[in-house]
T-cell receptor, first 111, second 114 residues
Framework: GDSVTQMEGPVTLSEEAFLTINCTYT??????LFWYVQYPGEGLQLLLK?????DKGSNKGFEATYRKETTSFHLEKGSVQVSDSAVYFC??????????FGSGTRLSIRP | EAGVTQFPSHSVIEKGQTVTLRCDPI?????LYWYRRVMGKEIKFLLH????????ESGMPNNRFLAERTGGTYSTLKVQPAELEDSGVYFC????????????FGPGTRLTVL
């Protein structure tokens, strides 16, 4: 069935380091792809999304490109901040239907 | 405008007891979803309402779980009787019927079954 696989955490980086969190998905159909973030004590928030191949989603300095040939949607940020510490979830979904999530990657940024 | 709200934020119960979780979606959102995250694993879909009708309940783990959405507004998820493996965080999300259907999530209810 449909699934999403993302790199396991926790990931610990120093402030201003480069971040990559890998994510791959099963290639059934043409889903939309998402990155959600859960900051400490808060609910899930949509960070960015891409709806078709080669689309790039971006928000708050984070980027991810929908790669159909490698079935990937890796999350990147050039310079992380302490405030980026959170759990990040890669996900796939379709209109008005369930979202399938990866297992989440906990990110901690050291000052 | 208020976002998706969930009550309670935390619940600690003993095995065999009953717990009812509540979700209030964003006003005007016909779609309502329940998900849960167990033991730090992936967030898994439980079910999907369109207004008061169950559109997809393929993720409900067993008949100890009962979800309702009377009147098509708020929803409840009852677990009866609760088992240890039901511990986790239960998320609710809602979306518009039309448009890009972005799902907006609530803060979750952390359920601990002892």
């Amino acid at each position: 069935g449909d699934s999403v696989t993302q790199m396991e955490g926790p990931v610990t980086l120093s402030e201003e380091a480069f971040l990559t969190i890998n994510c791959t998905y099963t290639a059934t159909g043409y889903p939309s792809l998402f990155w959600y973030v859960q900051y400490p004590g808060e609910g899930l928030q949509l960070l960015l999304k891409a709806t078709k191949a080669d689309d790039k989603g971006s928000n708050k300095g984070f980027e991810a490109t929908y790669r159909k040939e490698t079935t990937s949607f890796h999350l990147e940020k050039g310079s992380v901040q302490v405030s980026d510490s959170a759990v990040y979830f890669c996900a796939r979904g379709r209109r008005a239907s369930k979202i399938i999530f990866g297992s989440g990657t906990r990110l901690s940024i050291r000052p | 405008e208020a976002g998706v709200t969930q009550f309670p934020s935390h619940s600690v119960i003993e095995k065999g007891q009953t717990v009812t979780l509540r979700c209030d979606p964003i006003s005007g959102h016909d779609n309502l979803y329940w998900y849960r995250r167990v033991m730090g694993k992936e967030i898994k879909f439980l079910l999907h309402f369109v207004k008061e009708s169950k559109q997809d309940e393929s993720g409900m783990p067993n008949n100890r779980f009962l979800a309702e959405r009377t009147g098509g507004t708020y929803s409840t998820l009852k677990v009866q009787p609760a088992e240890l493996e039901d511990s986790g965080v239960y998320f609710c999300a809602s979306s518009l019927r039309e448009g890009d259907n972005e799902q907006f999530f609530g803060p979750g209810t952390r359920l601990t079954v002892l």
